[in-house]
């Protein structure tokens, strides 16, 4: 049985450009962020 996991030897997170509509109650916030950690599991059987 194997596991790995991708991003975890830097745990960054990368944040979205903020809302430029003007007016808009979410103005300037940053609603969303990427950049997650993913992981993988895997089995390999043989008879």
């Keep these: 049985m194997r596991c790995s ?3 975890k030897l830097f745990n ?3 944040w979205n ?3 430029t ?3 808009s109650a979410y ?3 940053v609603t969303g ?4 950690r993913t992981g993988q599991l895997g089995a390999r059987f043989t008879w």
Excluded: E, I, L
């Design 27 to 29: 103005f300037g916030h």
């Design 12 to 14: 960054r997170h990368y």
């Design 33 to 36: 962020v990427s950049g997650y």
């Design 5 to 7: 996991q991708k991003n």
């Design 17 to 19: 450009s903020p809302n």
């Design 21 to 23: 509509t003007f007016g």
